[in-house]
């Protein structure tokens, strides 16, 4: 099966690496590889995947959720013994059952609530653009964040309702990560509406873009398993 993203090798440091070290590898590198560089290496998609790895291992619980679902993946690819016993087969086919309720009761509603979140920002943010201080125009574009607040928790409520399958490590990793981009990119959203600075708004698209990156790179890693 397919590893979940190694982040310290993005930011190409040592996974017993400080804080300090990440937070100065992470500088280090968007300076290399930043559009306004003006660099040979300059590379958006290289952004984005620093993006992501610091948005992780720059905080500490996520960078320690993190860590554990690496040293998963590590035990899960160790390798296996030729002659299996009936009780692991046994095993294994308990494992597949609860991967199958884990994807229906879990997998499948989540990537519906974020589906629903994502997909409409394009749409809602091309007709705020006609006039982002007209009142109908943001009060429309609050109710979109009022409702994308209500999948985002219904997300978080399926996702939090039974434990994932230690085989389906990986594709809960990338969807757990998505829900926090998805969380943080509302909330930019929301400054927007508050001081009309397109920072924020700019910042929200981006860690919806990131979002919707670790969406699909859940399905890449869910369908390798089929």
């Avoid at 990338?174 to 959203?189: A, K």
Wanted: charged share 30%; aromatic share 8%; proline share 4%.
């Amino acid at each position: 099966m397919s590893s979940v993203t190694n982040h310290y090798k993005t930011l190409k440091i040592s996974p017993t690496a400080t804080q300090a070290e990440i937070k100065q590898a992470y500088r280090r590198l968007v300076k290399i590889f930043h559009p306004d560089s003006h660099s040979s290496k300059a590379d958006h998609e290289e952004i984005v995947r620093l993006n992501a790895a610091y948005e992780i291992l720059g905080d500490a619980q996520r960078r320690q959720s993190y860590d554990r679902l690496m040293d998963e993946q590590t035990e899960q690819q160790s390798p296996v013994a030729p002659n299996v016993s009936r009780q692991q087969t046994q095993t294994a086919r308990d494992a597949d059952e609860q991967m199958e309720q884990w994807l229906i009761k879990v997998y499948k509603p989540v990537n519906k609530m974020l589906n629903s979140i994502l997909k409409p920002l394009k749409k809602e943010i091309d007709e705020l653009s006609a006039d982002p201080f007209d009142d109908e125009l943001i009060e429309k574009f609050q109710l979109y964040i009022e409702t994308s607040r209500e999948y985002l928790k219904k997300a978080h409520n399926f996702f939090t309702s039974m434990p994932n399958p230690s085989n389906v490590a990986g594709v809960a990793a990338y969807l757990y990560y998505s829900i926090n981009q998805v969380g943080d990119g509302i909330e930019e959203l929301q400054l927007f509406t508050l001081n009309y600075d397109d920072r924020h708004l700019h910042t929200g698209q981006e860690l919806f873009r990131i979002a919707a990156r670790l969406r699909r790179e859940a399905q890449d890693e869910l369908k390798m398993k089929s």
